[in-house]
């Protein structure tokens, strides 16, 4: 019912960027908070980022300052500006989205989309 696609993963070098896009389908886009998380492996899936319909943002201690979340209304998408990127951001990264800042950031949600793999290696 609710279509979330990640995309612009890819293969960095330490130090790089990357640029990831969430568009989102069947929802009301506008009105509603968006999440960006990552897993890894044998890890349960870790909040990355927020933002809020308000434009509010919020981060994991891990990527505060070196990611930055934004979104488009009229294109349905939010994306994952991520910079100095490190080898522990290696991660397959995930986004979704809720209308409650809390389910956001518990990721409390019953279905998922594909992600988009991330891997940040010399």
């Known amino acids: 019912q609710v279509l979330v696609v990640e995309s612009g993963g890819g293969s960095v070098q330490p130090g790089g960027s990357l640029r990831l896009s969430c568009e989102v389908h069947?929802?009301?886009?506008?009105?509603?908070?968006v999440g960006w998380y990552r897993q890894t492996p044998g890890k349960q899936r870790e909040f990355v980022a927020s933002i809020t319909d308000k434009l509010d943002t919020d981060y994991a201690d891990s990527v505060n300052g070196r990611f930055a979340i934004f979104r488009d209304n009229d294109k349905y998408t939010a994306y994952l500006q991520m910079n100095r990127l490190k080898p522990e951001d290696t991660a397959v990264y995930y986004c979704?989205?809720?209308?409650?800042?809390?389910?956001?950031?518990?990721?409390?949600?019953?279905?998922w989309g594909q992600g988009t793999q991330v891997t940040v290696s010399s």
């Open positions: 979704n989205v809720d209308h409650y800042l809390t389910t956001i950031k518990l990721g409390r949600f019953s279905s």
């Open positions: 069947g929802y009301f886009f506008q009105a509603y908070t």
